[in-house]
C-alpha cells in the first residue's frame, strides 16, 4: 500500500514550513517548490486544502505566506492526510457494509487481515506529529 502523492507531499510541504517558519516570516509556496522540488501549482491545490481544514494561515500580499495553524507538536500525520485525501484503506471494500470485498457479494478472505491493518495504519498516523518526524523520533532503533 501507498500513500498517493497528495498525501505525500502535503507531509513534506508541511514538514518544511514548520522548519522554516518563524514569528517574523512566513513562507512561501515558492520557497517549498524550490526546496522540495514540488511545483508552485501543486502546493496551492494542496495549501488551499489544508487551509480549509485549519492546519495553516494564510497570508495574501507581497509579505505573505504561510504558518503553521498550531504549534507543530499539535499536528498529526493524520489530520494532514485527512485534509488532501479521500481515504486511506487497504480494503476494496466499503467499511461500512458487512460484506461486498471488491464488488462480490461476501468478504473477500483476507477482508479482516486489510481492516486491521488500515486501523494501525490509522491510529499510528493520528500518534505521529509533525514535531516527531523533525525531532527524528520515529528512527526504527527508537520504535519497539
Known amino acids: ?9 502535503a507531509v513534506m510541504a508541511l514538514l518544511d514550513l514548520a522548519q522554516h517558519e518563524s514569528e517574523a516570516n512566513l513562507v512561501s509556496l515558492n520557497e517549498i517548490a524550490a526546496r ?13 486544502k489544508l487551509r480549509r481544514s485549519g492546519l495553516v494561515i494564510a497570508k495574501r500580499g507581497p509579505a505573505g505566506g504561510y504558518k503553521l495553524a ?3 507538536a ?6 494532514i492526510v485527512k485534509a488532501v485525501e479521500e481515504e486511506i484503506k ?8 458487512r460484506a461486498g470485498c471488491a464488488g462480490r457479494e461476501t468478504k473477500c478472505v483476507a477482508h479482516d487481515l486489510w481492516a486491521a491493518l488500515t486501523m ?3 491510529e499510528f498516523m493520528a500518534k505521529v506529529s509533525l514535531e516527531d518526524v523533525l525531532e ?3 528512527t526504527a532503533s527508537k520504535r519497539n
Open 136 to 138: 527524528g523520533r520515529l
Open 36 to 48: 522540495q522540488g514540488i511545483s508552485v501549482s501543486y502546493l496551492e491545490q494542496l495549501f488551499s
Open 70 to 72: 498550531r504549534p507543530s
Open 74 to 79: 499539535k499536528i498529526e500525520i493524520a489530520s
Open 90 to 97: 487497504a480494503t476494496g471494500c466499503d467499511p461500512d457494509k
Open 1 to 9: 500500500m501507498e500513500l498517493s502523492t497528495k498525501s505525500r507531499y
Open 120 to 122: 494501525h495504519i490509522h
